[in-house]
């Protein structure tokens, strides 16, 4: 099967990842499959037409050529309003989505009448996110970076440096979540030189963790009256809880931040999903924190987009086995083979088709397996 790739150039603020490098352009055009890329689509991180031409794409000059164009749709982050109201019936959306949190979104991918499979809900044999777990590396290594930085004095922060000097103790870093983004945020941390902790709720990862890391990370229980007592006590909380497809619980509430210390840090990077702070909303690069209550919030919802080149690469190197599967296969018999991308699945022909997002939008939902004849 011969399919029709399109990758337009991302349209969020400060997004300067692409859905398909040249080298992974180049596989893709081997397998005999037409790849057609927006122009400027990787130019802000060294991917140029000329890189894309000599790898095999075709140039198209807008989004509007690609999507009119193009059977299946590479992207990064979830469609924009204008990019949905481009999509039809029988276009395939390959991309992240995080729909629990964003009804708006859901209600114009339905319209659309497409099929859109989202990177964050894939799975594999182990049960984890492999499509997802590359920017939760990153993101769990850049919440440390970022939230260093707000402590400083001149960014409202306390002042604080997290590795302390001789004489002087280290900052507290605080990571709720013990999963890939918490153990990399912990792992910058304690690189810093912080006293770090990690609270969770499962006693299994939170023994994977000590093995892992040793005495010099401080694992703990995720109970209410632990989170009272070590929020308050912190001068960074990482929030790092996800529950996959589903919208972020609320880990802490907006009383807690009166026991802070003024300028200490909180940053959210279950942000794509709600966040897990009550006082948290989505910010952008452009304009990344905001205060409440004397706590500096760091709440960009495209974190690894700062770090563009790596994500790019990181991205693609777990998402082009999907993509060529989609782009071979066609996506009802791809997924009918492959169940964990099938549990990609979130929308298709106006239908919800993963559950917890169904729940969250309060919408009815239709097993996926139904649809691919599984």
């Known amino acids: 099967m011969v399919t029709r790739i399109g990758v337009p150039k991302e349209i969020k603020n400060h997004e300067y990842r692409v859905g398909l490098t040249p080298a992974s352009v180049r596989e ?10 927006q122009s400027g689509a990787g130019a802000e991180i ?12 075709e140039i198209a000059g807008t989004a509007e050529e690609v999507f009119a164009k193009a059977e299946l749709i590479v992207k990064v982050k979830e469609p924009q309003p204008a990019e949905c109201r481009r999509l039809r019936p029988d276009q395939v959306l390959f991309t992240y989505l995080h729909l629990a949190p964003d009804p708006e979104q859901a209600r114009l991918l339905m319209e659309s009448g497409c099929t859109a499979i989202a990177y964050e809900t894939v799975t594999d044999r182990a049960g984890r996110l492999p499509l997802l777990a590359p920017m939760s590396e990153i993101a769990g290594r850049m919440a440390i970076q970022v939230g260093a ?8 922060g306390s002042g604080i440096l997290l590795g302390g000097v001789p004489g002087v103790l280290p900052g507290k870093v605080l990571v709720i979540g013990g999963g890939v983004v918490g153990a990399n ?3 910058m941390a304690m690189g810093l030189g912080a006293d770090v902790t990690i609270a969770d709720r499962s006693m299994p990862r939170l023994a994977q963790l000590d093995d892992l890391f040793g005495p010099r ?4 229980y995720a109970s209410a009256d632990t989170l009272d007592r070590l929020v308050a006590d912190a001068d960074l909380v990482i929030g790092a809880v996800l529950v996959p497809g589903a919208a972020a619980p609320k880990l802490v509430r907006r009383d807690q931040l009166a026991g802070m210390r003024r300028g200490s840090v ?6 794509d999903q709600g966040g897990c702070f009550e006082t948290s909303h989505a910010t952008t690069h452009s304009d990344p924190t905001y205060v409440v209550d004397g706590v500096v919030h760091y709440c960009v919802a495209n974190m690894p987009g700062a770090v563009a080149r790596t994500s790019t690469e990181a991205l693609n190197h777990a998402t082009l086995p999907f993509v060529q599967a989609l782009a071979g296969k066609g996506w009802k018999r791809a997924l009918a083979e492959d169940p964990h991308l099938l549990a ?5 022909a106006g239908r919800l088709t993963y559950p917890a997002v169904a729940e969250a939008l309060a919408q009815p939902f239709t097993d996926p397996r139904e649809l691919v004849g599984g």
Request: glycine share 10%; net charge neutral; aromatic share 4%.
């Open 344 to 348: 990609g699945l979130n929308v298709q």
């Open 266 to 271: 909180l940053v959210d990077v279950a942000i």
């Open 149 to 156: 930085v707000a402590l400083q004095k001149s960014n409202g």
């Open 28 to 37: 893709l055009a081997a397998d005999g499959h037409s790849l057609l890329v």
């Open 185 to 187: 945020a912990a792992r």
């Open 46 to 57: 060294g991917f140029s037409d000329e890189a894309y031409r000599a790898a095999g794409a």
């Open 217 to 220: 990370l401080k694992t703990v």
